[in-house]
């Protein structure tokens, strides 16, 4: 995983000359920000028992990664009987998934009763394919808004397929902050340059 944040913003809990009592996780700035997070996040999709979300944080991993969509909303709300009481731990990362503009926001504000908490790190938009999703002045302007109201630090995209033309559109918006994208020994051949051009902008990468 890599990094997020403007400046004077720094890490809630855990610096990269730091390690976890087992001396096994390494911490990477995310993006353009001054956060550190660990390389190898968690992500709850379909986890089912908060005392994994416990064991991870305390095994030194403060990434968490979960969406509106996963379980019908369930997984928020067992990530949440965590973050009632660690949320100052973690570097917390949901996501919104309608293509409907006028429903984006009751989304989110929907994750963060789930989660127990008025603020997420990170507000992805999940599984956005195309440039011109990318660069939808009306989606844009309901993340825009999300992040001015202070119900996430940062805002983003995930992106599944097509990868490549999704990383060269957020570059040109100049507006999203990262990006959740497929990398693997699978991925069309155009996707490393995109994403190294996509970094170089700044833009936070996550790899899954």
Sequence with gaps: IAGL???????????????????????????????????????????RNPELVHAAIDSGINYLDTAWVYMKGRNEEIVG??????????????????????????????????????????????????????????????????KSDGICRFVGISTHSNQAEGLDAMVESGFWDAVLVGYNYFSPKNVRPAIEKARKAGIATIGM
């Design 5 to 47: 944040a403007p400046s004077g913003l720094y890490p809630r809990r855990i610096f990269a000359e730091e390690s976890s009592k087992f001396n096994r996780v390494a911490y990477r700035r995310l993006g353009s920000t001054d956060f550190k997070v660990s390389e190898v996040g968690f992500g709850c999709m379909n986890m």
């Design 81 to 146: 009987q965590v973050m009632k009481d660690r949320r100052k731990e973690v570097f917390l990362t949901t996501k919104a998934i309608t293509k409907d503009a006028g429903k984006l926001r009751g989304q989110m504000d929907t994750s963060l009763k789930r989660l127990q908490t008025d603020q997420v790190d990170l507000m992805l938009f999940h599984v956005i394919n195309s440039r011109n999703q990318v660069l939808n002045e009306d989606y844009i302007k309901v993340f825009e808004k999300a």
